[in-house]
């Protein structure tokens, strides 16, 4: 079992639409947690760290169960810039990050 | 500044050729990394370094080398290409080891035909 897993997508959207990624995690000593954004032939930039109470930063909302290994992105009125492939990324104290394979979303006009 | 740079951009190298990418940052940040991409499997860490003079091995090491001369710099040596090679490959850096962002490279095409 990978040790970071991601919806496998592609999401086709309309503008406008609300989108949820979920990413689950293997190894219950992670102690931090990352949404990447990778546009197409790019290199990876952060989107947004998830906390333990959930955070929102504009159209986006990350939360974090730890109970259940599970984190989610949800992206609230889509917008065509929003076209990326979005990384679930897990990191353990003093640790190497670990990424996801990432969930591919193609918001259409 | 102008964070992580990575040269070349697009390399072609024939099976057995041995090659270096390049990796320089200039934030001074201790930790620095190289990751392969490929379709399906997410990045993946080759090599490591937590500072000068300290390298160590990620998830998949073999066929590849590193050094870490100075803070700056964290060359990745191919030493004898094979077409499992064929990737994109990102170098990446942060400060220290603790939870903080990690800040990548635009990458390098790299094919072995």
């Known amino acids: 079992r990978k040790e970071v897993e991601q919806d496998p997508g592609p999401f086709n959207v309309p503008e406008g639409a609300t989108v949820a990624f979920n990413c689950t995690y293997s190894n219950s000593a992670s102690q931090s947690f990352f949404w990447y954004r990778q546009d197409c032939r790019k290199e990876p930039k952060l989107l947004m760290s998830v906390y333990s109470s959930g955070n929102e930063d504009g159209r986006f909302t990350a939360q974090l169960n730890r109970a259940s290994q599970y984190i989610s992105l949800l992206i609230r009125d889509s917008k065509l810039s929003d076209s990326a492939t979005y990384l679930c990324?897990?990191?353990?104290?003093?640790?190497?990050?670990?990424f996801g394979p990432g969930t591919r979303l193609s918001v259409l006009p | 500044n102008a964070g992580v740079t990575q040269t070349p951009k697009f390399q072609v190298l024939k099976t057995g050729q041995s090659m270096t990418l390049q990796c320089a940052q200039d934030?001074?940040?201790?930790?620095m990394s190289w990751y392969r991409q490929d379709p399906g499997m997410g990045l993946r860490l080759i090599h490591y370094s937590v500072g000068a003079g300290i390298t160590d091995q990620g998830e998949v090491p073999n066929g590849y080398n590193v050094s870490r001369s100075t803070t700056e710099d964290f060359p990745l040596r191919l030493l004898s290409a094979a077409p499992s090679q064929t990737s994109v490959y990102f170098c990446?850096?942060?400060?220290?080891?603790?939870?903080?962002?990690?800040?990548f490279g635009p990458g390098t095409r790299l094919t072995v035909t």
């Open positions: 990324v897990v990191n353990k104290y003093g640790q190497n990050f670990v």
């Open positions: 990446a850096s942060k400060t220290g080891t603790g939870v903080v962002e990690q800040y």
């Open positions: 934030m001074n940040h201790e930790y």
